[in-house]
Nanobody
Framework: QVQLVESGGGLVQAGGSLRLSCAAS????????MGWFRQAPGKEREFVAA????????DYEDSVKGRFTISRDNAKNTVYLQMNSLKFEDTAVYYC?????????????????WGQGTQVTVSS
């Protein structure tokens, strides 16, 4: 059974930083594409960032490019999302997701396993 547990969310002022973590059990993440998604109240879940399971290539949604960084620590079986220069519109529940395959995608339906989410609130 694969379990993903996110942590690191919280309340931060605009311009501040947070680092989200996603710790996995039941599966080795090094061979899996991983993604971060977010969902604001009344909105659909949307892609934020992804990292491939082979080359470690990354992909970012345009609004977070240059501010957010996705990375992985294979020894800890953990994926991170470093979020800098946070904006009010970044407020959402952030979800970690894992694919069985190594290729990363932006669509929600491509991911097989999901964490429970962690709340990020940015005050303006």
């Amino acid at each position: 059974q694969v379990q993903l547990v996110e942590s690191g969310g919280g309340l931060v002022q605009a311009g501040g930083s947070l680092r989200l973590s996603c710790a996995a059990s039941g599966r080795t993440l090094s061979s899996s594409a991983m993604g971060w998604f977010r969902q604001a109240p009344g909105k659909e879940r949307e892609f934020v960032a992804a990292i491939s399971g082979s080359s470690g290539s990354t992909d970012y949604e345009d609004s977070v490019k240059g501010r957010f960084t996705i990375s992985r620590d294979n020894a800890k079986n953990t994926v991170y999302l470093q979020m800098n220069s946070l904006k009010f519109e970044d407020t959402a529940v952030y979800y970690c997701a894992c694919r069985r395959g190594a290729i990363m995608f932006r669509r929600v339906s491509a991911y097989d396993y999901w964490g429970q989410g962690t709340q990020v609130t940015v005050s303006s």
